[in-house]
């Protein structure tokens, strides 16, 4: 019960002005891992965990606020700050070195135009929100289309990052695509996963139950 209680840990409402009480999607998924048996994001070996999440957290700043510098919407771009609970200044440095280069190549190949970065999104159908990483137009298959795009820099893909893109997908009308963006943090090497924003529609409402569940749990504390 306890292992259980430490997973559902940091739960998040936001309250919307038409009262309505939204869930995050982040929140959700935690409930809907644990009930597939999924463990939670893998980082690399337990003794590196809490290294590799830093990196995964300042991987994220990188490529973002690299993207926002690049389109004019912050007036400079540093790399984020090494945090000493990392203990290796050196490997931090290149690891956001290999974030920033490798998120650039995917900008560029794919004619990245950037509509929303960590932009707040809600689905007032389902109940849910969430902060899409990247929101944008994109060149895929000769044609663009509205994307959102979850970045990865976790060890492996799972079925519930596709299903977490899906619920994004929902939070946001007229989106085409959705776009996993998976990148080997030592390397820089990356690849991305479309995911059909069609298709897993009973998952995303499974998703949504979830936060309906949450809501409920709180409501009964007060």
Avoid at 64 to 79: K, Q, R, V
Avoid at 167 to 187: E, V
């Amino acid at each position: 019960m306890q292992a259980l209680k430490d997973r559902l840990e940091g739960v998040r409402y936001h309250r919307a002005h038409d009262g309505q009480t939204f869930v995050s999607v982040t929140s959700a998924m935690r409930l809907v891992k644990i009930l597939l048996n999924e463990p939670d994001d893998f980082y690399g070996p337990p003794a590196l965990a809490k290294v590799h999440a830093l990196e995964g957290t300042g991987a994220h700043s990188a490529s973002l606020d690299w993207l926002a510098h690049a389109f004019g919407w912050l007036p400079e771009y540093t790399p984020p700050k090494w945090p000493e609970a990392h203990g290796d200044e050196r490997r931090w440095t290149n690891v956001m070195h290999q974030a920033q280069k490798g998120f650039a190549e995917f900008v560029e190949q794919f004619e990245v135009e950037p509509i929303g970065i960590e932009q707040e999104v809600f689905a007032s159908t389902y109940g849910l929100y969430g902060h899409v990483d990247l929101y944008c137009s994109m060149k895929r298959k000769r044609s663009r289309v509205k994307a959102v795009v979850d970045l990865k820099f976790v060890a492996n893909l799972m079925e519930s990052h596709r299903l977490q893109t899906r619920c994004y997908g929902k939070c946001i009308p007229g989106t085409n695509i959705g776009i996993l963006y998976h990148a080997n943090r030592n390397t820089g090497i990356w690849k991305i996963e479309e995911v059909d924003l069609t298709e897993g529609l009973d998952d995303v409402a499974a998703v949504a139950n979830a936060a309906r569940l949450y809501r409920w749990a709180e409501e009964k504390k007060r």
